[in-house]
């Protein structure tokens, strides 16, 4: 690279930037906009450093996709799973992207008769988020949160920022101390 009194030359291209031009392309970068959920201002007004991660959402493709489109481990890929139980009071689960819940352990560790998934609509009902953008943060309704005591070994997850699409890296003690969940041992392979 060639440094000049009016901009910077890079090697590259050729191209010389000047500050004004600079400035463009930064500017213009900074119009990409990265999405505004209801988890994300609970992120920041909780003050979590976290990193936004846009991938082309595949419909159904659940953990596996997220995880090879941001090149990542899938059991770092935390799922947001919305339960109900046998009175059908609404909980979040909060699962390995390669593991899936044990409705029955689970059932037991609370004094349930039984655990079962919720339906999309009322999972969205619940939340405000559509199904494949459910975020554990920012969710319509308060609901108790369990998370899967071993999502605490990993050194960052990787968790639904309340879009498809749409996830974010945060430190899994981050996420115990905003949610304040219940640690369970609940995971089962798929």
């Known amino acids: 690279m060639t440094a000049t009194n009016k901009g910077r030359k890079t090697a590259s291209r050729g191209l010389t930037l000047t500050g004004w031009s600079l400035f463009c392309i930064i500017w213009h970068m900074a119009k990409e906009k990265l999405p505004v959920t209801p988890?994300?201002?609970?992120?920041?007004?909780?003050?979590v450093e976290f990193a936004s991660h846009l991938y082309a959402y595949e419909e159904h493709g659940g953990t596996e996709v997220s995880a090879r489109e941001l090149g990542v481990d899938e059991h770092a890929?935390?799922?947001?799973?919305?339960?109900?139980?046998?009175?059908?009071?609404?909980?979040?689960?909060?699962?390995?992207?390669?593991?899936?819940?044990?409705?029955?352990?689970?059932?037991?560790?609370?004094?349930?008769?039984?655990?079962?998934?919720?339906s999309p609509e009322t999972a969205q009902k619940h939340t405000g988020y559509l199904v494949g953008g459910t975020s554990p943060f920012g969710t319509r309704t308060n609901m108790p949160v369990y998370m899967e005591e071993?999502?605490?070994?990993?050194?960052?997850?990787?968790i639904n920022g309340g879009k498809r699409g749409y996830l974010v890296g945060i430190d899994p003690k981050d996420a115990v101390r905003v949610l304040k969940p219940v640690l369970v041992k609940v995971g089962v392979e798929k």
């Open 77 to 118: 890929v935390v799922k947001t799973i919305v339960m109900e139980d046998d009175s059908r009071k609404p909980l979040i689960v909060l699962m390995h992207g390669d593991l899936q819940v044990s409705g029955k352990q689970l059932a037991r560790i609370i004094g349930a008769k039984n655990i079962l998934p919720c």
């Open 39 to 47: 988890a994300v201002r609970v992120l920041k007004a909780e003050e």
């Open 150 to 158: 071993t999502i605490m070994d990993l050194p960052r997850i990787y």
